[in-house]
């Protein structure tokens, strides 16, 4: 399972993102709040996940993805990850470019059956992530006055405090 995680990685690292069609099973299934839709559980949610990558790249084009720490027990891998790059491509979904370099940490839980990863838990996922919001603002794609308030909390340019 570390190999094939291993191929997977390197596929995305490389913009590869048909890659999510091959690694992911058609029936994964993700654990973590708010990743790609959260009404799509149970759904075959690869072209969902393919959309981000090309999105996420996009908007971040120095876009890093470092694998910190990585346990393997029976069909589970776990990975502690950094997720580093400049928001200065694209939009991120309805955020324009800020210019702000972004550090995200998460861990990652998966559940790997035939070669593919069936299931996930982990967090924060880099869509949401309280650092993204913290640096690069919630946007008004942002669904709640908490996320407006993390946002609200982040310097402003210089160092300075909002």
Known sequence: NLARLGEYSARMAAGDYEAVYE???PDFVSHATARVNPNAVGT?????????????????????FRVE??????DLVV?????TGTHS???YYDVPPSGERVIINGTAILRLRDGQIVEHWGGPHCMHGIGLVRVVGPGPHAATGAD???AAQRPARGGESR
Do not use: C
Request: avoid cysteine; charge should be negative; aromatic fraction near 14%.
């Open 148 to 150: 407006r308030r993390l």
């Open 89 to 91: 491509g694209g939009d």
């Open 69 to 74: 720490v990585l346990l393997e027990v029976d």
């Open 44 to 64: 075959d949610i690869r072209p969902q996940e393919h959309k981000f990558w090309q999105m996420a790249k996009t908007a971040f084009p120095d876009m890093e």
């Open 79 to 83: 990975s502690h990850w950094t997720l």
């Open 23 to 25: 690694y992911f099973a």
